[in-house]
Nanobody, 124 residues
Framework: QVRLVESGGDSVQSGGSLRLSCALS????????MGWFRQIPRKLREGVAV???????NYADSVAGRFIISQDNTKNTLYLQMNRLRPEDTAMYYC??????????????????WGQGTQVTVSS
């Protein structure tokens, strides 16, 4: 059984930092992308960052230079280091896994497995 469990969400002030973690279990070996998405009410889920099985990363323009995605395979954990946080980063953050290589990394409909989410709130 595949399980993705996020943690690390919190309330912080603008300019602060947080590190999100996603504990992984049962993820298939042919998983190609591991990513972070975020969502606010009444909006579509937005791709934040992704890392593929070769270690290459991609970021949304809105977070490039501020967020860093990484994966510790020995601990089966995916991370998202978020720096210089802004109020517009406020959202529920989800980690996700996907087997399909084709298609945009940020297309949430192509991801096979999702965590339950962790809330990040940034106040001005």
């Amino acid at each position: 059984q595949v399980r993705l469990v996020e943690s690390g969400g919190d309330s912080v002030q603008s300019g602060g930092s947080l590190r999100l973690s996603c504990a992984l279990s049962g993820v298939p070996r042919d998983t190609y992308y591991m990513g972070w998405f975020r969502q606010i009410p009444r909006k579509l889920r937005e791709g934040v960052a992704v890392i593929n099985s070769d270690g290459y990363t991609n970021y949304a323009d809105s977070v490039a230079g501020r967020f860093i995605i990484s994966q510790d395979n020995t601990k089966n954990t995916l991370y998202l280091q978020m720096n210089r946080l802004r109020p517009e980063d406020t959202a529920m953050y989800y980690c996700a896994a996907r087997r399909l290589r084709l298609g945009s990394w940020s297309e949430y409909g192509l991801y096979n497995y999702w965590g339950q989410g962790t809330q990040v709130t940034v106040s001005s």
